[in-house]
């Protein structure tokens, strides 16, 4: 009889974990190796979409240390559509202010930034997308140091009419 009240609690712990993130479509972080980005070392998203009409909020995540030496991050962010279609974009973040004060969530050496990146979007069609991503910080040797993770988060809005 107790197992049957620990399986029950435990599937009841897991619809309640997935119901407070029921707005997401996707969410991934990938690591970069000793937090070194090299500028010739793109981080890859990909993912389906499948509803063309419910609109999306897209983020930009990252983790880096607290010493990241700059205020800003500037990427390449490449954008590859179902079609074979490309877009390119080039985008800045700020991760201090000009003060140097960390504007992410810190806790001890560690610091999130998200960005949002696209608003309210609807994506054209459906299919597989691809997101490269490339730190654009001019170096002199192409490598920029204490970004540990880049991330991607797309996640369902709610439109003007407040359909979800």
């Known amino acids: 009889m107790h197992k049957s009240y620990t399986w029950l609690a435990g599937l009841f712990f897991l619809i309640i974990l997935n119901?407070?993130?029921?707005?997401?479509?996707?969410?991934?972080?990938?690591?970069?190796p000793d937090g070194i980005w090299?500028?010739?070392?793109?981080?890859?998203?990909?993912?389906?979409?499948?509803?063309?009409?419910?609109?999306?909020?897209?983020?930009?995540?990252?983790?880096?240390?607290?010493q990241y030496p700059y205020q800003n991050l500037y990427i390449f962010l490449t954008t590859t559509f179902p079609s074979g279609q490309i877009a390119q974009d080039t985008m800045e973040f700020y991760f201090s202010d000009q003060k140097g004060k960390p504007l992410g969530d810190c806790s001890s050496d560690i610091c999130t930034n998200r960005f949002m990146i696209m608003n309210a979007i609807r994506f054209p069609m459906q299919g597989h997308y691809m997101f490269q991503i490339h730190q654009a910080m001019r170096r002199?040797?192409?490598?920029?140091?204490?970004?540990?993770?880049?991330?991607m988060r797309i996640e369902k809005t709610i439109d003007n009419y407040g359909k979800k």
């Open 19 to 32: 119901a407070c993130d029921s707005k997401k479509i996707y969410e991934k972080y990938e690591s970069i």
């Open 140 to 151: 002199d040797d192409n490598k920029l140091t204490d970004i540990l993770d880049v991330g």
């Open 38 to 66: 090299d500028a010739d070392m793109p981080v890859v998203f990909e993912f389906d979409i499948n509803d063309t009409l419910q609109p999306c909020n897209v983020y930009m995540q990252f983790r880096n240390h607290s």
